[in-house]
C-alpha cells in the first residue's frame, strides 16, 4: 500500500503530461508538478462549485482536465502538422525544421544511473534518519499539516479558508495557507495508509522526485549527459534541501515545491523549442502546482524567469524568436491565468508572513562563505562537495553554460547570506515573503551546487576521454569519460566520509524520533480519547504536543497549534482559566458551548522553555478534574459536576 503514496504523486500527473504530448526525462520529472498543478486547480474550482473533495472526484477532475488540455494541445498539433506538409508540397526547397535526433540509448543509461544513485542515497538518508515510517516528526509546523490533512478528509472541503478551524481561527471566511500538498494527500489518509506514514511517504517521494528533476532539467537545457548523471547523482548529498527543510519545520509543502523547480525549468525549455500548446499549458499547470504548494516559490520562479529572459536577449542562450515569441507570451498569459486564483487569497495573510522574523545567526563574512561552499546554516562546511560545486561554477562560467542558473545561485545566496546576518528594513523587505527565514534561501541553493559538481566531473572526464580517443578509437571516447567519471563521483563519495550520510541522517534524527513532544504513551492517550471523547473536544496544553491528538487518532482539540489561541478567545478562556470553572461564567460557557468532557495532559514541550497552560496546572489537585486515564507520558481528566467531586 505504501506504494500508493509514491504512485499518487506521479500517476495524475503522467495522465495530464501524455495529453500535453511531453514524454521521455521530461514527462517523468514533470508528472508530480503537474499533479500538483492539477490538485492546486482541483481545488479552486471543486470548492467554488460545492463539489466535495474525495477519491472519486479527484479522478474525474483529472480525467476532465486531461481532455481540456489535452484535445487543444492535439488540435493545434494536428494543424501544424498538416500546415508543415503543405509547406513542404508547395516549396519544397524549405523543409520544415527538423526535430534533434533521439539521445542514444547508452546516454539515457548513463544518466539512468545517475539519477538511480541520487535517489538511492536520498532514500537511504532519509529512511535512517526518520528510523521509522511510524516516525512522528517532533517540530512546530508538523501537527498543523498533519491536521489540515485530515480535516480536508474528514470534511472533503478542497477551499484553504476551510482550515481556519485548525487554525484556531474558526469562521474567518479569508483565512489562508496553500492547501494544495495537503489535498493531494488527504482523499488518501486511512484508506491507503495511517498519518504517521502517509506523511513520510509523501516526504520520501520528494526526495526522490529531486534527482530525477535535476537530470530532466540539465537534459533539457542541453548539458552533456554525463554531467546531468553526475548532478543527479550527487544532488541528494547537500544537507541545505532536501534534509534541514525535512527536519527542521519540517517544511514539506515547501520541500515539495523546491524539489520540483527543476522540473518546472525542464519544461520551461519547451517554450523555445517547439511551436505548439504542450510546452506554454504544461508550465502554466506547473506554476499552479508551484504556488499552490507555496506561495513564496512565485518568486523563487520569478528569479530564474527574469535572469533566462536576460540570458535569451543577450544570446547567453540560443533562441529564435520567430518560433518563440508566440509560445512565451501564451505561457506568460496561461500562467498568470492558471496561478492567480490560487495567490490571490495569499493576501489576506500577507502581513502575518512578512512580519515574521527570526534572528541573526551569522556575521556577514560567514554567511558570504556558507554561500560559496553551500554549507548555510552549518557549522562545519561540505569542505569537499562544495569545493568541487564551486570549480564546478568557474567552469560554467568559462564554458558559458546554464549562465542563468549561476546568476540565481548569485541572487537567492546574496538574499541568504542578508537574511543571515544582517537586521534591516530593505532585507525584511526582500525576504519577507519567505517569512523572513534564512534557511529557506539555503534550500535553494544546492540545485546549482549539483549542476556544478556535474560540470567539473565531465570537464575532466571529457579530455582525459578526448586524449584516450585519439590513441585508442571512437568507442574508448564515451567508455573512458564514463569511467573517470563515475570513478570521480565514487572518489567525491569517500572524501565526504559516504555522501555526508552520517551527518544528514543525524540532522534529520533531530526531530525524527520519539521524544518530548509526542510520545508512543501520548498516542496511546489520544486512541484512548478517541474510544471515549464522543467527538467533542478535548482540553489540551498548548506546548505538549496534544495538538497532534487530531491528526493521529480523530480527536479534536481545544488548541489546535502551539501558538495557542489567544487568552481572549473561546479556546483561551479554558487553556488560562480552567481551575475558575465554579467563579467564572465565561470558563463555564466556553466549556458548555464546546462540549468539553476530557482534559489531557502530556509529557514534555515542544520548546523546553514553554511552560504549562495556566489553566492545566496540577491537574491532580483540582478537585473538579478526575484522572481516568495514565501512562507515564500522559494523563486524561474528566471534568465532573461539583457534587461530583473527589473528597
Same mark, same amino acid.
Given at each position: 500500500?505504501?506504494?500508493?503514496?509514491?504512485?499518487?504523486?506521479?500517476?495524475?500527473?503522467?495522465?495530464?503530461?501524455?495529453?500535453?504530448?511531453?514524454?521521455?526525462?521530461?514527462?517523468?520529472?514533470?508528472?508530480?508538478?503537474?499533479?500538483?498543478?492539477?490538485?492546486?486547480?482541483?481545488?479552486?474550482?471543486?470548492?467554488?462549485?460545492?463539489?466535495?473533495?474525495?477519491?472519486?472526484?479527484?479522478?474525474?477532475?483529472?480525467?476532465?482536465?486531461?481532455?481540456?488540455?489535452?484535445?487543444?494541445?492535439?488540435?493545434?498539433?494536428?494543424?501544424?502538422?498538416?500546415?508543415?506538409?503543405?509547406?513542404?508540397?508547395?516549396?519544397?526547397?524549405?523543409?520544415?525544421?527538423?526535430?534533434?535526433?533521439?539521445?542514444?540509448?547508452?546516454?539515457?543509461?548513463?544518466?539512468?544511473?545517475?539519477?538511480?544513485?541520487?535517489?538511492?542515497?536520498?532514500?537511504?538518508?532519509?529512511?535512517?534518519?526518520?528510523?521509522?515510517?511510524?516516525?512522528?516528526?517532533?517540530?512546530?509546523?508538523?501537527?498543523?499539516?498533519?491536521?489540515?490533512?485530515?480535516?480536508?478528509?474528514?470534511?472533503?472541503?478542497?477551499?484553504?479558508?476551510?482550515?481556519?478551524?485548525?487554525?484556531?481561527?474558526?469562521?474567518?471566511?479569508?483565512?489562508?495557507?496553500?492547501?494544495?500538498?495537503?489535498?493531494?494527500?488527504?482523499?488518501?489518509?486511512?484508506?491507503?495508509?495511517?498519518?504517521? @506514514?502517509?506523511?513520510?511517504?509523501?516526504?520520501?517521494? !520528494?526526495?526522490?522526485?529531486?534527482?530525477?528533476?535535476?537530470?530532466?532539467?540539465?537534459?533539457?537545457?542541453?548539458?552533456?549527459?554525463?554531467?546531468?548523471?553526475?548532478?543527479?547523482?550527487?544532488?541528494?548529498?547537500?544537507?541545505?534541501?532536501?534534509?534541514?527543510?525535512?527536519?527542521?519545520?519540517?517544511?514539506?509543502?515547501?520541500?515539495?515545491?523546491?524539489?520540483?523547480?527543476?522540473?518546472?525549468?525542464?519544461?520551461?525549455?519547451?517554450?523555445?523549442?517547439?511551436?505548439?500548446?504542450?510546452?506554454?499549458?504544461?508550465?502554466?499547470?506547473? !506554476?499552479?502546482?508551484?504556488?499552490?504548494?507555496?506561495?513564496?516559490?512565485?518568486?523563487? !520562479?520569478?528569479?530564474?524567469?527574469?535572469?533566462?529572459?536576460?540570458?535569451?536577449?543577450?544570446?547567453? @542562450?540560443?533562441?529564435?524568436?520567430?518560433?518563440?515569441?508566440?509560445?512565451?507570451?501564451?505561457?506568460?498569459?496561461?500562467?498568470?491565468?492558471?496561478?492567480?486564483?490560487?495567490?490571490?487569497?495569499?493576501?489576506?495573510?500577507?502581513?502575518?508572513?512578512?512580519?515574521?522574523?527570526?534572528? /541573526?545567526?551569522?556575521?556577514?563574512?560567514?554567511?558570504?562563505?556558507?554561500?560559496?561552499?553551500?554549507?548555510?546554516?552549518?557549522?562545519?562546511?561540505?569542505?569537499?562537495?562544495?569545493?568541487?560545486?564551486?570549480?564546478?561554477?568557474?567552469?560554467?562560467?568559462?564554458?558559458?553554460?546554464?549562465?542563468?542558473?549561476?546568476?540565481?545561485?548569485?541572487?537567492?545566496?546574496?538574499?541568504?547570506?542578508?537574511?543571515?546576518?544582517?537586521?534591516?528594513?530593505?532585507?525584511?523587505?526582500?525576504?519577507?515573503?519567505?517569512?523572513?527565514?534564512?534557511?529557506?534561501?539555503?534550500?535553494?541553493?544546492?540545485?546549482?551546487?549539483?549542476?556544478?559538481?556535474?560540470?567539473?566531473?565531465?570537464?575532466?572526464?571529457?579530455?582525459?576521454?578526448?586524449?584516450?580517443?585519439?590513441?585508442?578509437?571512437?568507442?574508448?571516447?564515451?567508455?573512458?569519460?564514463?569511467?573517470?567519471?563515475?570513478?570521480?563521483?565514487?572518489?567525491?563519495?569517500?572524501?565526504?566520509?559516504?555522501?555526508?550520510?552520517?551527518?544528514?541522517?543525524?540532522?534529520?534524527?533531530?526531530?525524527?524520533?520519539?521524544?518530548?513532544?509526542?510520545?508512543?504513551? @501520548?498516542?496511546?492517550?489520544?486512541?484512548?480519547?478517541? /474510544?471515549?471523547?464522543?467527538?467533542?473536544?478535548?482540553?489540551?496544553?498548548?506546548?505538549?504536543?496534544?495538538?497532534?491528538?487530531?491528526?493521529?487518532?480523530?480527536?479534536?482539540?481545544? /488548541?489546535?497549534?502551539?501558538?495557542?489561541?489567544?487568552?481572549?478567545?473561546?479556546?483561551?478562556?479554558?487553556?488560562?482559566?480552567?481551575? @475558575?470553572?465554579?467563579?467564572?461564567?465565561?470558563?463555564?460557557?466556553?466549556?458548555?458551548?464546546?462540549?468539553?468532557?476530557?482534559?489531557?495532559?502530556?509529557?514534555?514541550?515542544?520548546?523546553?522553555?514553554?511552560?504549562?497552560?495556566?489553566?492545566?496546572?496540577?491537574?491532580?489537585?483540582?478537585?473538579?478534574?478526575?484522572?481516568?486515564?495514565?501512562?507515564?507520558?500522559?494523563?486524561?481528566?474528566?471534568?465532573?459536576?461539583?457534587?461530583?467531586?473527589?473528597?
Amino acid at each position: 500500500m505504501s506504494a500508493l503514496v509514491v504512485l499518487a504523486y506521479w500517476v495524475p500527473g503522467l495522465v495530464i503530461g501524455l495529453a500535453l504530448r511531453l514524454r521521455g526525462w521530461t514527462l517523468a520529472a514533470a508528472a508530480p508538478v503537474l499533479t500538483f498543478g492539477g490538485v492546486g486547480l482541483g481545488t479552486y474550482a471543486l470548492g467554488r462549485t460545492g463539489v466535495p473533495w474525495n477519491l472519486l472526484t479527484v479522478a474525474l477532475w483529472f480525467l476532465v482536465l486531461a481532455v481540456v488540455v489535452g484535445v487543444p494541445t492535439w488540435l493545434v498539433a494536428r494543424r501544424r502538422a498538416k500546415a508543415l506538409d503543405a509547406a513542404v508540397e508547395t516549396e519544397p526547397g524549405d523543409a520544415p525544421v527538423v526535430a534533434p535526433a533521439k539521445r542514444p540509448l547508452r546516454d539515457n543509461i548513463v544518466v539512468l544511473v545517475g539519477v538511480v544513485a541520487g535517489m538511492a542515497v536520498g532514500a537511504l538518508t532519509f529512511l535512517k534518519g526518520i528510523k521509522s515510517l511510524n516516525t512522528v516528526n517532533q517540530d512546530w509546523d508538523a501537527p498543523f499539516h498533519g491536521n489540515a490533512i485530515r480535516w480536508i478528509a474528514e470534511h472533503e472541503a478542497s477551499l484553504p479558508s476551510a482550515l481556519g478551524q485548525i487554525a484556531n481561527l474558526p469562521g474567518k471566511a479569508d483565512y489562508f495557507y496553500p492547501n494544495t500538498y495537503h489535498a493531494l494527500l488527504a482523499p488518501l489518509l486511512d484508506k491507503v495508509v495511517a498519518m504517521p @506514514e502517509l506523511l513520510n511517504l509523501a516526504a520520501l517521494s !520528494m526526495v526522490l522526485a529531486w534527482p530525477l528533476g535535476v537530470a530532466a532539467m540539465a537534459l533539457a537545457w542541453r548539458v552533456p549527459p554525463l554531467a546531468a548523471a553526475t548532478a543527479a547523482a550527487v544532488s541528494t548529498w547537500f544537507s541545505a534541501f532536501p534534509y534541514d527543510s525535512l527536519w527542521r519545520g519540517p517544511l514539506w509543502p515547501y520541500v515539495a515545491g523546491v524539489a520540483l523547480v527543476p522540473a518546472t525549468l525542464a519544461l520551461a525549455r519547451k517554450i523555445f523549442t517547439e511551436r505548439g500548446l504542450g510546452g506554454p499549458i504544461a508550465v502554466a499547470l506547473a !506554476m499552479a502546482g508551484l504556488v499552490g504548494l507555496h506561495t513564496s516559490l512565485a518568486f523563487v !520562479m520569478a528569479v530564474y524567469a527574469l535572469l533566462l529572459l536576460v540570458a535569451l536577449v543577450v544570446r547567453l @542562450e540560443p533562441v529564435d524568436w520567430q518560433v518563440a515569441r508566440v509560445p512565451l507570451l501564451v505561457t506568460a498569459v496561461l500562467a498568470v491565468l492558471a496561478a492567480l486564483p490560487l495567490a490571490l487569497p495569499a493576501f489576506a495573510n500577507a502581513a502575518g508572513v512578512t512580519s515574521a522574523g527570526w534572528p /541573526e545567526f551569522a556575521s556577514p563574512s560567514d554567511a558570504f562563505g556558507q554561500v560559496l561552499l553551500w554549507s548555510p546554516t552549518q557549522g562545519f562546511p561540505l569542505w569537499f562537495l562544495g569545493g568541487a560545486a564551486l570549480v564546478g561554477i568557474v567552469l560554467m562560467m568559462l564554458h558559458k553554460r546554464l549562465l542563468w542558473v549561476v546568476g540565481a545561485w548569485v541572487v537567492l545566496g546574496g538574499l541568504y547570506a542578508a537574511c543571515a546576518s544582517i537586521n534591516s528594513k530593505l532585507v525584511d523587505t526582500l525576504t519577507g515573503p519567505f517569512y523572513n527565514d534564512a534557511w529557506r534561501f539555503a534550500a535553494l541553493l544546492p540545485l546549482a551546487g549539483a549542476l556544478a559538481v556535474g560540470e567539473l566531473v565531465w570537464t575532466v572526464a571529457t579530455r582525459i576521454g578526448a586524449k584516450s580517443e585519439a590513441r585508442l578509437g571512437a568507442r574508448a571516447g564515451f567508455v573512458v569519460p564514463v569511467a573517470v567519471g563515475l570513478v570521480g563521483v565514487l572518489a567525491l563519495a569517500v572524501l565526504t566520509k559516504g555522501a555526508y550520510l552520517g551527518r544528514n541522517t543525524q540532522r534529520l534524527g533531530w526531530s525524527n524520533h520519539d521524544f518530548s513532544t509526542v510520545t508512543s504513551g @501520548e498516542r496511546q492517550a489520544y486512541q484512548w480519547l478517541k /474510544e471515549h471523547a464522543d467527538g467533542k473536544p478535548v482540553a489540551n496544553d498548548i506546548g505538549d504536543g496534544s495538538v497532534w491528538m487530531y491528526a493521529l487518532a480523530g480527536v479534536k482539540p481545544v /488548541e489546535w497549534t502551539f501558538y495557542g489561541a489567544g487568552e481572549d478567545s473561546t479556546a483561551g478562556a479554558i487553556s488560562y482559566h480552567l481551575q @475558575e470553572i465554579e467563579t467564572n461564567p465565561r470558563v463555564q460557557k466556553a466549556v458548555k458551548d464546546l462540549g468539553v468532557r476530557y482534559v489531557v495532559v502530556g509529557r514534555g514541550t515542544v520548546r523546553p522553555e514553554m511552560p504549562r497552560s495556566p489553566g492545566l496546572k496540577d491537574l491532580d489537585s483540582f478537585p473538579l478534574a478526575r484522572k481516568v486515564y495514565s501512562n507515564p507520558d500522559a494523563a486524561v481528566y474528566e471534568l465532573v459536576e461539583p457534587g461530583d467531586q473527589r473528597p
